[in-house]
T-cell receptor
Framework: GAGVSQSPRYKVAKRGQDVALRCDPI?????LFWYQQALGQGPEFLTY????????KSGLPSDRFFAERPEGSVSTLKIQRTQQEDSAVYLC????????????FGPGTRLTVL | GESVGLHLPTLSVQEGDNSIINCAYS??????FIWYKQESGKGPQFIID?????DKRQGQRVTVLLNKTVKHLSLQIAATQPGDSAVYFC?????????FGTGTSLTVIP
């Protein structure tokens, strides 16, 4: 595709439900990042993949958060037993190479936990 | 974690004036810096970047200045237009982790 896409764009979950957020990066991009953005704040790093390898997951806030990228392209961020504090926009970004270089962001998934 | 902060949370400028948005970073090991623009309901959009071996980089109507001595980054927008109204973030990285500041909301007054 022309850019990074994410689905769903909006998700409402009841507290305790599991959710899965999908990211389709730009084709051929090696690196993929997940961020959490609270209202009025900057994005906060969650995790980083280089191809299918999850090289950094230090930003995941708890063991309820899990991310995968099994074939080195599409990635899924899963949140188990959602809590109200998980409400945020979840952004996915990809970049062509590894390490510090330009990231292209998707539109994000707005998660609201009731 | 590292912190990246902005001096001014909001900025209003007249259309046609120049805008300056400032950012302080804390990790002296960071070697790559990016400015992003984020409009409501959209993901951040790349504006301009700079590596630590440079102190100035210019793009179309935008200039980024990097002062490593005081760990300060600024974004200058020339002839600000209504379409420039958005939240602007600076981000720093030393490899795989990108740290974003809180953001400055720029409003352009017609």
């Amino acid at each position: 595709g022309a850019g990074v896409s994410q689905s769903p764009r909006y998700k409402v979950a009841k507290r305790g439900q599991d959710v899965a957020l999908r990211c389709d990066p730009i084709s051929g991009h090696v690196s993929l990042f997940w961020y959490q953005q609270a209202l009025g704040q900057g994005p906060e790093f969650l995790t980083y993949f280089q191809n299918e390898a999850q090289l950094d997951k230090s930003g995941l806030p708890s063991d309820r958060f899990f991310a995968e990228r099994p074939e080195g392209s599409v990635s899924t961020l899963k949140i188990q037993r959602t809590q109200q504090e998980d409400s945020a926009v979840y952004l996915c970004a990809s970049s062509q190479w590894t390490g510090g270089n330009e990231q292209f962001f998707g539109p994000g998934t707005r998660l609201t936990v009731l | 974690g590292e912190s990246v902060g902005l001096h001014l949370p909001t900025l209003s400028v007249q259309e046609g004036d120049n805008s300056i948005i400032n950012c302080a970073y804390s990790n002296s090991a960071s070697d790559y810096f990016i400015w992003y623009k984020q409009e409501s309901g959209k993901g951040p959009q790349f504006i301009i970047d700079i590596r630590s071996n440079m102190d100035k980089r210019q793009g179309q109507r935008v200039t980024v200045l990097l002062n490593k001595t005081v760990k300060h980054l600024s974004l200058q927008i020339a002839a600000t237009q209504p379409g420039d109204s958005a939240v602007y973030f600076c981000a720093e990285t030393s490899w795989t982790q990108f740290y974003f500041g809180t953001g400055t909301s720029l409003t352009v007054i017609p």
